[in-house]
């Protein structure tokens, strides 16, 4: 396994090599999304809370570059992106973490909404005008770029179900009225895993606008940043560290492709698919694999086996 994920990433790191713009564009966009996916199930995938705030932490780090462009290096600009979005999830997080279900779900939406509008605003009276241009790095810099906070988001991701903050979000998601009878404290636990979270989508946001040319708040703070991790992730399984990851690869794929092909049926189609994701695909293709793999020729001679084994004991 390990050396597996060795040659995918010497795959990664050498892409720019014999790859085209294209190519590095859409690779570049599905760690994109593989990041969104990742960072939103470290969240909601155990404690079971519904967030639908990616799209406004995505869209401050996207604010984050279009302003800090011209004064700090591209770095920094991406450090201080998620620093900004941790300590905005931080006050986000105390208030709209002690509300639950569909409320906290409206909330996390009404954030995205509200951001848009109160960026259209400033900018509409102070500066006069909305939106703001952005001088594009080279492709090959935005790809490293976001191949280096997409693998970082894995790492976090990866430490932290495996730590005692993961157990304690499970506890949470499993019943938190008796997670707190045995000492967790869980606001904190909550808030600091929301606050991580938005950190990558903030940084890979500001990493993400150096491959625009112009930005207002309806680019950034497009909700389609809120929806398509909640479908990456459903489609792939939440269960397991790379369900989101297989996700957010095939609908990362679709939304390129179909963006181009078919823009006027765009959100009609991924509509639809999300529709069938939770009916059909409620474990996601991870969950699926494991089914089949169970009920598989292998697994029956297995279990065949053992009724034998008892059957002559």
């Known amino acids: 396994m390990v050396g597996f994920l060795v040659l995918i990433l010497i795959f990664l790191v050498t892409f720019t090599l014999y790859a085209g713009t294209y190519d590095i564009r859409l690779l570049t966009t599905i760690l994109m999304y593989v990041i969104l996916a990742v960072s939103w199930t470290m969240f909601s995938g155990p404690t079971g809370y519904m967030s639908l705030a990616p799209a406004a932490f995505f869209g401050v780090g996207i604010y984050t570059m279009a302003i800090l462009q011209e004064t700090l290096p591209f770095?920094?600009?991406i450090a201080v992106g998620g620093l900004i979005c941790f300590a905005f999830a931080l006050l986000v997080g105390l208030v709209t973490l002690r509300l639950k279900g569909m409320y906290f779900a409206i909330f996390t939406f009404g954030l995205v909404v509200f951001m848009s509008e109160i960026i259209s605003y400033m900018e509409s009276n102070l500066q006069g005008a909305v939106g703001r241009h952005i001088t594009p790095l080279p492709p090959e810099t935005i790809f490293y770029a976001m191949l280096g906070i997409a693998v970082a988001t894995l790492l976090a991701a990866y430490f932290i179900r495996r730590s005692r903050l993961g157990l304690a979000m499970l506890s949470i998601g499993g019943n938190?009225?008796?997670a707190a009878h045995m000492?967790?404290?869980t606001t904190m636990v909550k808030v600091l895993t929301f606050a991580i979270s938005s950190a990558f989508m903030g940084a890979a946001g500001a990493i993400m606008a150096s491959n625009f040319i112009y930005v207002d708040p309806r680019i950034a703070f497009n909700p389609i940043y809120s929806f398509m991790p909640i479908l990456m992730s459903i489609f792939g399984g939440m269960g397991q560290l790379?369900?989101?990851?297989v996700g957010a690869i095939v609908f990362g794929y679709l939304d390129r492709t179909l963006s181009l092909e078919f823009p006027q049926y765009f959100m009609i189609i991924f509509g639809i698919l999300?529709?069938?994701?939770i009916i059909f695909l409620p474990g996601g293709l991870v969950g699926l694999m494991q089914k089949l793999?169970?009920?598989?020729?292998i697994s029956k001679l297995l279990n065949r086996g053992k009724e034998e084994h008892n059957a002559n004991a």
Do not use: S
Not at 293 to 297: F, I, L, R
């Open 176 to 178: 938190e009225e008796a």
């Open 274 to 277: 999300l529709i069938m994701v």
């Open 293 to 297: 793999q169970k009920a598989g020729p």
């Open 242 to 245: 790379y369900g989101p990851v």
């Open 75 to 77: 770095p920094v600009i």
């Open 183 to 185: 000492g967790i404290n």
